[in-house]
């Protein structure tokens, strides 16, 4: 898989927290494992594995961290545990 050059994880292909703090939200997906970043007040992050859209899915972690960029940075770190099935 290749990544962009602007992608924040050496995982997946995130966007840098401006995307995020501007109030997008962002979904993706690496072999089986999914996920999807709600952005309001705090990011608040799914996963989950399969195909399915995040409406359908059996959602497996759920987890919310602070809208600033050491929130973001300990979500892109949490997200990656997770699909290591290293998160607590």
Known sequence: MMLSKTSVSALFDIPKFYYFDSGNDYSGSLDDFAYKVFTGETLRVLT??????????????????????EGFDAMIKWLEDTYNGKAE
């Open 48 to 69: 989950w594995h399969g195909r399915l859209c995040s409406d359908k899915a059996e959602i497996e972690h759920e987890k919310e961290f602070d809208r600033t960029q």
